[in-house]
Structures are given as C-alpha cells and as structure tokens.
C-alpha cells in the first residue's frame, strides 16, 4: 500500500516538473517572438532612415554634437575597413571632430591606414584646439593612455603636497578631491575634452575603460557589433541625443 502511493506521489511530482518545464519553453518562445519582432522593427527603421523615408532624421542639429567619442571592442577593432566606413558616414553626416578608442591600443595601430583612407581627415591630440573645422580630426586613445595619465597626475599631486607639507608642516592626511585630480589632468595636458556622445561598438554593454573623467556628463549609446553597424542607426543615435533636452551644465 505504501510503494504505491509512492508511486503515486513520483508520478504526480514527474508530472509537475513536465509541466514547469513546459511552461519554462513557452515563456521562452513568447520572449524570443519578441526580441525578434523588437530586432526586425529596429532593422526596418534603420533601413527607412537610411533611404530617407522618415524625415525628421534629415534634420540634424549637429551644434550640439561637438565631440563625438567611438570605443570600439578590440577584437573588432581590427576590422579596419569597416572603422573606415563608420568614418566616412560621420564624415558625410557632418561629425568634425571624433575619438576613435580601444582598449588594447588596435585603432592606434592601424591610424596611417586609416588616415590616408580618408583624405579630408587629420589626426590630433586630447590637449589641441581645433585649427581647421572643415576637415574631420580624429584622436586616437587606449587603455594605457588612461593609465599613464592618472599615473602622471598623482605623481604630480603627491609631490605638490609633499612641498607643500615640508614647508608648512602640516603633516595631516591630504584627501585628493575631483577638482584636484582634474586640475593635474589638465597640469600635465591629458585632461582631454568630454566627449557629447559615446556610442560603443561591440558585445559588452560599457565604455571599456574610457577615461571615467571624460565622460562625467557623456551620453552613451550601445550599437551592436561592428559588423552589424548600419547608417540608419548611426543616425538615429545622434538624432536622439540632438534632440534631447539636457539640463546640466558644464
């Protein structure tokens, strides 16, 4: 009597965990339905921007872009024509000035091949002004960067204070605040300007280590692999951040 309610019992509890099981696949199905009728609508539209159907992307207000940053996942980086064709796209939308980074350094690399592809095009450094505005300047920047440039700021704080401890002698432990961190930045020339908008390109959902005191007020934007990148939703990106009204200052 008692093997068959036990019996009774593992059926019951084998039906059940059928039953959960079937439920877990049904759930799952709705939701992959979903993503992908999300995925076909956001292909759809970048299509239709790209050809010009929706109008109100032609009206870009690029006044407000006045620094664009692209980190690009290193694997990906490598992928050299497709950073060229991401350029001439800014470069036709009308983006002057761009940070091109990764974290190991692979854009850095591959800058000649990049800058003789594009001929309206000059390099130039975190610290420099803008001289010609007609041509797209392009800055190229690493993970060591970054490094180094916090290394030389503290280096440069901790001798400011050592000085300033000896003659005065205060010996009381000095607390390093933003503005301080920022004013060695600058010091030393690597304070760099924020960028506007930060849109990465590749599998992780983050900046990758783009220097953290660059991008305080920076919209960031995920777009997808590199090779999936399309015109339509390079412009939608920067249409949206044109278009939204912030209210910080700088």
């Known amino acids: 009597m008692d093997l068959r309610i036990d019996m009774q019992r593992a059926s019951f509890a084998q039906i059940g965990n059928l039953g959960l099981l079937l439920l877990w696949h049904i759930l799952h ?21 790209s050809g010009g159907v929706l109008k109100s992307y032609k009206a870009l207000n690029l006044a407000k872009l006045r620094y664009l940053a692209i980190v690009i996942e290193s694997e990906e980086a490598y992928q050299t024509s497709k950073v060229i064709e991401l350029l001439q796209w800014l470069e036709a939308i009308g983006v002057k000035r761009v940070c091109l980074y990764d974290t190991e350094g692979v854009l850095k690399k591959s800058k000649e091949a990049i ?21 797209m ?9 970054g ?23 205060d010996h009381e432990e000095k607390i390093f605040t933003e503005p301080d961190m920022d004013e060695a930045l ?22 990758l280590g783009f220097p953290a005191w660059r991008i305080r007020y920076t919209e960031i934007v995920h777009m997808g692999h590199l090779n999936s990148m399309r015109y ?3 412009i939608k990106a920067i249409y949206r951040f044109t278009t939204v009204r912030q209210n910080h200052g700088k």
């Open 186 to 207: 600058k010091a030393i020339s690597c304070r760099g300007p924020d960028p506007d908008l930060l849109l990465v390109y590749g599998p992780a959902r983050c900046h």
């Open 137 to 145: 300047s392009l800055e190229f920047s690493s993970f060591s960067d």
């Open 29 to 49: 199905l709705f939701v992959s339905i979903w993503y992908f009728l999300l995925g076909l609508a956001y292909v759809l539209q970048s299509y239709l921007i």
């Open 232 to 234: 339509g939703s390079l």
């Open 115 to 135: 800058l003789n592809k594009l001929k309206n095009a000059s390099e130039f450094k975190a610290y420099e002004d803008l001289v010609d505005q007609n041509r």
């Open 147 to 169: 490094k180094e440039a916090v290394t030389k700021a503290a280096n440069l704080l901790f001798v400011k204070y050592l000085k300033l401890a000896k003659s005065v002698g």
